[in-house]
């Protein structure tokens, strides 16, 4: 059996799920200190996890991670309210991604592509807003 022909099942909490983002996304940036932001019960921003790209410290990304049942798909109100604490939060992001373990849906690359727009006139440094990328750590 090769891994495309594996499906694997989400997370049954949303701590889990960050847990494995650390690992998974820390490979993805190539950042070894990527952390988890802050605590439950504190302001996030928007931001679950951060980092560097590459180590780079003027290249700060933000990820929200958000477990969400495979019967159901992430919304547009979530979409747009976390994005929206994390372009307010005052750090420099240049790359900030929605991740998540519900239903991909096309409607979410129109979104991305009208709210990065709409960061990249609000902000000095470029933002790449993906909410669904293709996750493939090289580890796999």
């Known amino acids: ?27 993805i940036l190539q950042d070894d200190g990527i952390h988890r932001f802050g605590r439950s019960g504190q302001a996030q921003y928007g931001l679950d996890l951060m980092g560097y790209r590459d180590g780079d410290p003027n290249r700060l990304v933000g990820i929200q991670c958000k477990c969400i049942d495979l019967d159901n798909e992430l919304d547009e109100t ?45 902000s000095p440094g470029a933002l790449s807003f993906r909410p669904q990328p293709e996750l493939t750590p090289s580890w796999l």
């Open 1 to 27: 059996m090769t891994v495309s022909q594996t499906q694997i099942q989400p997370p049954a909490n949303w701590q889990d799920f960050e847990s494995a983002s650390v690992v998974l996304w820390g490979d």
């Open 78 to 122: 979530t979409v747009r309210e976390e994005v929206g604490k994390a372009a307010n939060s005052g750090f420099p992001l240049t790359e900030y991604f929605i991740t998540h373990t519900g239903k991909n849906d096309g409607k979410f690359d129109r979104l991305a592509i009208e709210l990065t727009a709409d960061w990249t006139c609000q």
